[in-house]
C-alpha cells in the first residue's frame, strides 16, 4: 500500500518485515550499506545550497566571523559543519576566511562515511561533534535526515504509528503512546479525520539538543525545509531523492528519506520552562532569505555600465548574482529556515543585521 492509504492491521510480534519508519530509515540511511555511506555523497542525489555555489559557504564564514567578534576573537576559534557530505562546506568556509582568523579556526568535520581523500588536513573528521566548542556549528540540511516516526489517523481517529516493508509499502500498526503522543499534542496536534498524518519530531529535538550542548560558547545553525506549528502540512512531508530526483520513500538504501523539520519544537528542546509553542529566549527563526541577505548575499544585479568598462567583471559579476538568487530565491532554496541559537554571551539578532545590496559578496 502506499502512503496515505494503510490498512489498520497490527504487525504480529513474529513478522519483522514491517518496522517503524525510524528504525527502517536509520538502517537504509545510515545502516553498513546505507544510503549516506556511498561514494558519490549527497552531491550525487540533490543539491543543496553548500553545491548551489561558494556564496553560501562565503556567508557561513562571514557568520563565523561575526561570531568571532562577539566571543572577543578567543585564541582558538571552532567551526563545526554537521552533516559534512564529504566536507564541501568546511572547506569552502576555511577557504573564505580572512588569513587571520583561518589561523586560529579549528575545524570540524561531523559525517557517518569515511574521511574522503584529499580533504584539507586542517580539517578533522568526526562522527560526532566535539565538546567544548567555542564559535559556531552549522547544520545545513542534517535534521531532515534524522529519522523520525511517522503517525497516521485511522478510521476510528486514534494516531497510529505507521509501519513501512522494506519496499516501501505501508500499514497502520499500534496507537501513539507516551511522550510521542505528547509531543503530537503539543507540536502537531491531529484532528481526528481520517488519513491525516504527522512525523513526529522528538528524535530531532533531542538531536538538536545534544548538537547545541557541544557548545561551550557562541552559536548553533539549523538550516532546513521546515515547518511550523501555525502551519503543519496536514499529510506530512515525507519524500525520497534519488540522482536529482524526487521520488518514492523506499527504505532500502537506494534513495534518501527526508522530511521538513518542526524547527520551533527542536528551538525549545534545550529548555524545560519554554512556553509550549515558542522558541526560547535569544534563538531566532529565520527565512534562509533574509538571513543571507543580512550576511551579504543580496541577488543583486551589477550596474549596465560596467560591462563596457570591465567586460570581464561583469560577466563575474552577473555570475555571481545569478547564484545568489539561486539561494534566496522564493519557492527553492530560499524557503529553508534557519534556526539561530546562540550559547553564552551572544546576541542571535545583533549577528544577523542586515547590509546594503552593494555590499553584496
Avoid at 88 to 108: K, M, N
Avoid at 322 to 338: K, N, R, Y
Wanted: charged content about 20%; overall charge negative.
Amino acid at each position: 500500500m502506499t502512503r496515505g492509504t494503510a490498512g489498520t492491521q497490527e504487525a504480529s510480534g513474529a513478522d519483522k518485515n514491517w518496522r517503524g519508519w525510524r528504525e527502517a530509515t536509520q538502517d537504509a540511511l545510515y545502516g553498513p550499506a546505507g544510503f549516506y555511506r556511498g561514494p558519490e555523497g549527497p552531491a550525487g542525489h540533490f543539491r543543496t545550497s553548500v553545491h548551489a555555489s561558494p556564496l553560501f559557504a562565503g556567508a557561513v564564514a562571514r557568520l563565523l566571523c561575526r561570531v568571532d567578534e562577539a566571543l572577543g576573537r578567543p585564541e582558538a576559534l571552532d567551526f563545526v559543519d554537521m552533516a559534512a557530505g564529504r566536507g564541501e562546506l568546511v572547506t569552502g568556509v576555511l577557504a573564505a576566511l580572512p588569513a587571520d582568523v583561518a589561523a586560529r579556526t579549528r575545524a570540524y568535520a561531523v559525517e557517518v562515511a569515511g574521511r574522503p581523500d584529499g580533504l584539507d588536513h586542517r580539517i578533522e573528521w568526526l562522527g560526532e561533534p566535539p565538546s567544548g566548542v567555542t564559535g559556531l556549528l552549522f547544520a545545513n540540511e542534517w535534521l531532515d535526515n534524522v529519522p523520525v516516526e511517522v503517525a497516521q489517523v485511522d478510521p476510528a481517529g486514534v494516531a497510529r504509528r505507521v509501519l513501512v516493508r522494506k519496499d516501501g509499502a505501508e500499514r497502520l500498526g499500534e496507537p501513539v503512546g507516551g511522550a510521542e503522543a505528547e509531543w503530537l499534542a503539543r507540536w502537531w496536534p491531529l484532528p481526528g479525520e481520517e488519513g491525516l498524518r504527522a512525523e513526529i519530531g522528538l528524535p530531532r529535538d533531542t538531536a538538536w539538543a545534544s548538537a547545541v550542548a557541544a557548545l561551550d560558547g557562541g552559536l548553533a545553525v539549523a538550516a532546513d525545509y521546515a515547518h511550523t506549528v501555525d502551519a503543519r502540512p496536514p499529510f506530512g512531508t515525507l519524500t525520497g531523492f534519488r540522482e536529482g530526483r524526487e521520488t518514492a520513500p523506499v527504505p532500502d538504501g537506494s534513495c534518501d528519506i527526508t522530511a521538513h523539520v518542526a524547527l520551533d519544537a527542536c528551538a525549545a528542546a534545550d529548555t524545560t520552562r519554554c512556553a509550549p509553542k515558542r522558541t526560547p529566549p535569544g534563538a531566532l527563526l529565520r527565512p534562509q532569505r533574509e538571513a543571507l541577505r543580512a550576511l551579504g548575499v543580496a541577488g543583486a544585479r551589477p550596474p549596465l555600465a560596467l560591462a563596457s568598462t570591465d567586460p570581464a567583471a561583469y560577466v563575474r559579476a552577473l555570475a555571481g548574482a545569478s547564484q545568489a538568487a539561486e539561494l534566496i530565491a522564493p519557492g527553492g532554496l530560499g524557503d529553508f529556515v534557519w534556526l539561530v541559537q546562540p550559547v553564552g554571551p551572544v546576541d542571535a539578532a545583533a549577528l544577523l543585521v542586515d547590509v546594503p545590496d552593494h555590499e553584496e559578496q
